[in-house]
């Protein structure tokens, strides 16, 4: 069975940093598309960033300040977030593409989301 | 930067049919794709490449795609279709979500 898993959210200060964390379990990780999304507080879905062998991907609004990265050994995803601010407050989703290599522009499988909340 | 745009909300009787219309700038020229997601839960992909269903879902759940407008069409809407849908299309190694519309079952 497909699972994702986040974690690592929390209340942060502006400016501050943080890292997210993905632990994938029923595939074979390294074959497929990985990608964050966020969900601020009673809005839509953003697309954050993704990653598919190496190669990397970001929203316009985290480019420069998020970094998207895997750890193939330990099935897991990541995203450092740098220099947060009030705007990236939301609910953080990992989730992978529906099929293997990215070959399907949709995302499949989602985990339970982390919140984010960026406050003094 | 591509935009998708659809009506906030939608109404349905139980028994009835749903649409839910996406649109986008030559939107038929991508894949595009739907999610279902119900209060308090995560995203669930209900359509992908424009009309596939993934396994376990209805199939009172289908897509069409061509123009400039992606359809997600709901066929003896049950209660507990009520939900916020999203399509999404892919475009330059980027993810594109639409605005987002509220199902609600009457």
């Known amino acids: 069975e497909v699972q994702v898993v986040e974690s690592g959210g929390g209340l942060v200060q502006p400016g501050g940093s943080l890292r997210l964390s993905c632990a994938a379990s029923?595939?074979?990780?390294?074959?497929?598309?990985m990608n964050w999304v966020r969900q601020a507080p009673g809005k839509g879905l953003e697309w954050v960033s993704r990653?598919?062998?190496?190669?990397?991907h970001y929203s316009d609004s985290v480019k420069g300040r998020f970094t998207i990265s895997t750890d193939n050994a330990k099935n897991s995803l990541y995203l450092q977030m740098n220099s947060l601010r009030a705007e990236d407050t939301a609910v953080y989703y990992c989730?992978?593409?529906?099929?293997?290599?990215?070959?399907?522009?949709?995302?499949?499988?989602w985990g339970q989301g982390t919140l984010v909340t960026v406050s003094s | 930067s591509y935009e998708l745009t659809q009506p906030p909300s939608v109404s349905v009787s139980p028994g009835q049919t749903a649409s839910i219309t996406c649109s986008g700038d030559?939107?038929?020229?991508?894949?595009a794709s739907w999610y279902q997601q119900r209060a308090g839960q995560s995203p669930v992909l209900v359509i992908y490449?424009?009309?596939r269903r993934p396994s376990g879902i209805p199939e009172r759940f289908s897509g069409s795609n061509a123009g400039n407008t992606a359809t997600l069409t709901i066929s003896g809407t049950q209660a507990m279709d009520e939900a916020d849908y999203y399509c999404?299309?892919?475009?330059?190694?980027?993810?594109?979500f639409g605005t987002g519309t509220k199902v609600t079952v009457l």
């Open positions: 030559k939107l038929g020229d991508k894949y």
């Open positions: 999404q299309a892919w475009d330059s190694s980027t993810y594109v």
């Open positions: 990653t598919l062998s190496r190669t990397t």
């Open positions: 989730a992978r593409d529906q099929g293997i290599s990215g070959t399907t522009g949709a995302l499949g499988y």
């Open positions: 029923g595939f074979t990780f390294s074959n497929y598309s």
């Open positions: 490449q424009d009309s």
